[in-house]
């Protein structure tokens, strides 16, 4: 039985700072580009070369992943807030306006922009389903890297030391968030 609340728990792993990525791909039957900003991304293996990330079981682009070939993982930089907030909600439409897109050598939809930290061609070897949420592996194909500061992901905001507020929790103890 849990004795803590849905927010408490995100208020707690919302301690770990994490860096932020856009995640690309396109449409099966039309190839249109579909993004997303997610920040539950970490490296898995060496050999093969392997990452992971994680999508919840709501999101609207859910079966376009799960049935994609491949993908690309932008890391952000720290320059790049704006970018990740365009990719974090609404229509997939307006999450590519007045962004340009190319192709990574192995062929898979990516941003076109000199301003990411880093990015990684995956083939999306796999999907394990885990509570609301899907865990996908990717297989990195090819990956570049810039020497920018990455964009961090820290408490709820893009600072490393957001302001401190007070949530009260289930059991009526308040807790610093």
């Known amino acids: 039985m849990t004795i803590f609340t849905e927010q408490h728990f995100k208020s707690v792993v919302g ?29 898995l293996s060496l050999q093969p070369p392997l990452i992971l990330w994680t999508l919840t079981k709501k999101a609207s682009t859910l ?41 990574a050598p192995g062929g898979s939809i990516m941003l076109d922009d ?28 090819h990956c570049e890297y810039r020497t920018l500061a990455p964009l961090v992901y820290h408490s709820g905001s893009f600072e490393l030391t957001p302001k401190q507020k007070t949530i009260a929790g289930k059991d009526s103890k308040s807790i610093v968030v």
């Open 15 to 43: 301690r770990f700072p994490t860096g932020v990525t856009v995640i690309t791909s396109e449409t099966p039957t039309d190839g249109k580009p579909i993004g997303l900003t997610i920040s539950s991304f970490h490296s």
């Open 63 to 103: 079966d376009y992943f799960r049935n994609s070939k491949s993908y690309v993982v932008h890391i952000l930089s720290a320059q790049q807030k704006d970018m990740a907030l365009q990719f974090a909600s609404g229509p997939q439409e307006k999450r590519f306006i007045n962004t340009k897109v190319t192709r």
């Open 114 to 141: 000199n301003n990411c930290a880093a990015w990684l061609e995956c083939e999306n070897i796999t999907q394990h389903e885990a509570g609301d949420h899907y865990i996908f592996i990717g297989k990195v194909k």
